[in-house]
């Protein structure tokens, strides 16, 4: 069970009462956010005791107590697609609705006419976090024609990343949690023919080379063809390192492949697109329909106000996923109509025969 801190602080807002599980293996981060900005926040606005409540212990239990309580309403869960999806089935089954925020494996199509050094930027958020963030851009396919331009210009704007003190506000990196997996993974793509372009090295928080290191330099591999970026882990499955994975399609490209290979994804969170041709954007708004959110020409885990900033379809959210704004999935709607001196009979048979209402 990993919390997201603003999620439950919108859930708040919405007039929901909370209960939030702080992971054990990083509860202190969850406890601070909550006990030190959320909770003054509401005894300031005076909201009755035990709106908001903080434990921390073993999810399977607690969530067990959750589903069998006449008390909980809505079960929000962050974590693996697995778990989630098994935890969507039990909430059915006792009348709970599931909010699933699971994995991601979000996807940038970079057509011949983009704006390089734009997408290049758009692309570096891949590293925020070390890449640990579920809405950050995992893999790009990138047109030929502009490719070796991107590329050069993402190495170049790459290379700038350094660890460093979570205090410095210039700081993305975070340390890495599935070292191994990085390695795996990226064995994987340079055996089938991939190219390493930079970064990969363990590090220390002074940017030094060490085996024992909790940082990894940002890195970049390239994979030409969409067939053979399909067969690999690294496009098919969420990777949650500083990896950036970019496929260049082989001549000649059609549009409809390359939004064939972002809708092939069975996760669904968010996909990005980078033209400055209309009919592209209109195909790819139309076409892709593989995410809670698309954008186009923009940040790719930038927030847009009144539009949602997580969820999805798939293997990111469920059958009951979608693009989802906190305050809405946490609310269960009711309509009420107060009136006066209404005759019941006519405002049934009547169209506007009833008196007035307020």
């Not at 991601?104 to 057509?111: A, E, P, Q, Y």
């Not at 851009?137 to 331009?149: L, N, T």
């Not at 060490?210 to 390239?222: E, K, L």
């Not at 067939?227 to 990896?243: D, I, N, S």
């Amino acid at each position: 069970m990993r919390p997201n801190s603003f999620y439950g602080a919108l859930a708040l807002a919405a007039g929901n009462s909370l209960v939030v599980n702080a992971p054990p293996t990083a509860p202190l981060g969850v406890g601070f956010v909550y006990r030190e900005i959320v909770a003054p926040l509401l005894e300031r606005l005076g909201a009755p005791p035990s709106t908001l409540n903080v434990v921390c212990t073993h999810a399977r239990a607690v969530v067990r107590q959750w589903l069998d309580s006449p008390d909980c309403d809505d079960l929000v869960f962050f974590g693996g697609s697995e778990q989630g999806l098994k935890l969507e089935r039990e909430c059915v089954a006792a009348g709970k609705k599931p909010v699933l925020e699971l994995l991601g494996n979000d996807g940038v199509l970079v057509w011949h006419d983009a704006e390089a050094g734009l997408a290049a930027r758009a692309l570096c958020e891949r590293y925020y976090g070390s890449g640990q963030i579920c809405m950050t851009p995992k893999f790009a396919i990138v047109h030929p024609e502009v490719a070796d331009r991107l590329l050069k210009e993402l190495m170049e704007q790459v290379r700038e990343i350094r660890p460093g003190p979570p205090e410095d506000p210039r700081t993305v990196l975070s340390p890495v949690v599935k070292r191994a997996e990085f390695t795996e993974v990226l064995g994987e793509v340079l055996a089938a023919g991939g190219q390493l372009l930079c970064g990969g090295e363990f590090v220390d928080v002074d940017d030094e080379p060490s085996a024992a290191g909790p940082f990894i330099r940002p890195a970049v591999v390239r994979v030409d063809g969409l067939a053979e970026a399909a067969r690999l882990r690294a496009f098919r499955e969420e990777t949650f390192f500083p990896l950036l994975c970019v496929v260049v399609p082989r001549a000649p490209v059609r549009l409809e492949e390359a939004i064939g290979f972002l809708n092939a994804n069975r996760y669904g969170l968010r996909n990005s697109l980078w033209t400055q041709d209309e009919r592209v954007v209109e195909r790819f708004c139309e076409e892709v329909v593989n995410g809670g959110m698309l954008k186009v020409n923009d940040s790719h885990i930038g927030c847009l106000p009144g539009i949602p900033y997580n969820g999805g379809t798939g293997a990111t959210g469920g059958i009951f996923g979608e693009a989802n704004l906190p305050a809405v999935r946490t609310t269960h709607l009711q309509s009420i109509a107060v009136a006066t001196l209404v005759r019941p009979r006519e405002s049934v048979f009547e169209h506007g025969a009833a008196g007035p209402t307020g």
